[in-house]
């Protein structure tokens, strides 16, 4: 789809919360004949999941389908006119389904790399402030919305081990995530000299003492404006040489999204999307055509380590016992049938033949 349509303009994932989604909850008690209550604790809610994993599964099917004949596919229009989609769906570590989604929209501005002409640019950026935002309101302003971000929307200020799998420190999703005055597209800047590289280094620290101060102000009151212009008087710098400093910490090319000081942990989402699903959601504007490939792969097919490492072991098992190509092929397929990890929901899926993939275009495979 990518090569005949080309790069998409947004990737949506979409996680499932059934412990959330109270029609779970009422499904599961009439499904098992227990009595219903106002509420349940967390322990009973994991419990009645347990217990009825295919019925999980249909669940999510069903919300998921709904959600995209309402929201996606129909005229709602919630991320512009979408023309071209494609779905799959994963399991969480817990289990659970979750959905990743690249989708084609029509008349959507493309990104053509640092050549990008300004007007292209501006373009770009309205359009990702129409459909994406970072704005946290307060309970007097929105207090569904508020709520909503506040349970399933905002990254724990706890970094799991998962968060720091690559640095003791650096949390691999970004978070917390720079503040911004306004939405741009963030380039790297390339060092050439030594003395760029010693500047560079002294920025890069003035940021991480920035991000550790605001770190610890955030325990004692929420963020504002004047807490971050303060920061930036005390380190001699223009809002200027701030946006300056956040390309010579990037790497690559990012959209850098309006953010206030209060959502620095907040991921971006878009409104209608995240009220209709209830349920943590990430959306991206995609920059790159030549890394878009990779860049969904990464998302819709995760490597499974333990699997690659028994196979390597069985490889080499079969190599050093002079085994011939068929032995070693019988071998190897017996080694994955029998220890790969799936969870029951996955089982459930595939058992049942419900659908992993789901795409706008239909596919021939010619033999």
């Known amino acids: 789809m990518t090569r005949q349509l080309g790069f998409p303009t947004f990737f949506i994932t979409l996680s ?24 349940y604790t967390f322990e009973e809610k994991t419990k009645l999941l347990r217990a009825n994993p295919v019925l999980a599964a249909r669940l999510f099917e069903r919300r998921f389908m709904s959600f995209m004949n309402l929201f996606i596919k129909s005229g709602a229009w919630c991320v512009g006119n979408v023309k071209d989609w494609f779905a ?16 084609w929209v029509e008349g959507a501005p493309k990104y053509n790399g640092p050549q990008t002409d300004e007007k292209t640019r ?5 359009f990702c402030d129409k459909y994406i935002t970072t704005r946290f309101p307060s309970l007097d302003e929105d207090a569904e919305l508020h ?25 691999v999703f970004g978070f917390p995530r720079p503040v911004s005055k306004r939405t741009f597209i963030c380039e790297p800047i390339k060092v ?21 101060t605001m770190n610890t102000l955030e325990k004692e009151k929420m963020l504002s404006w004047s807490d971050f212009d303060n920061l930036l008087r005390k380190y001699n710098w223009t809002y200027e040489e701030y946006e300056y400093a956040l390309r010579v910490v990037h790497t690559r090319t990012i959209i850098i999204h309006k953010r206030e000081p209060n959502a620095r942990w907040v991921n971006q989402y878009n409104e209608e999307l995240l009220r209709a699903w209830d349920a943590n959601m990430d959306i991206q504007f995609i920059l790159d055509p030549y890394a878009c490939a990779k860049y969904l792969m990464s998302y819709t097919t995760k490597p499974e380590r333990e699997m690659s490492l028994l196979l390597e072991a069985t490889h080499k098992e079969c190599r050093e016992g002079n085994m011939t190509v068929r032995e070693e092929m019988k071998k190897l397929t017996g080694t994955f049938f029998n220890h790969r ?27």
């Open 147 to 171: 709520n909503s971000i506040k349970e399933v929307q905002t990254h724990s200020r706890n970094h799991s081990k998962r968060c720091l799998k690559y640095h003791k420190t650096l949390c």
């Open 192 to 212: 050439d000299n030594d003395d760029e590289k010693q500047r560079c280094k002294k920025i890069k620290e003035i940021l991480t003492e920035m991000n550790a």
């Open 341 to 367: 990890q799936v969870s029951v929901q996955e089982a459930i899926y595939r058992a049942t033949k419900m659908p992993l993939t789901y795409s706008s275009r239909g596919f021939v495979f010619v033999p």
């Open 88 to 103: 799959r769906i994963e399991m969480q570590l817990r289990g659970s389904p979750h959905s990743h989604m690249p989708i």
């Open 122 to 126: 501006e373009e770009i950026v309205k």
């Open 16 to 39: 499932c919360a059934d412990l959330r989604w109270k029609e779970f909850v009422d499904t599961f008690i009439r499904h098992t004949g227990l009595p219903v209550k106002e509420s």
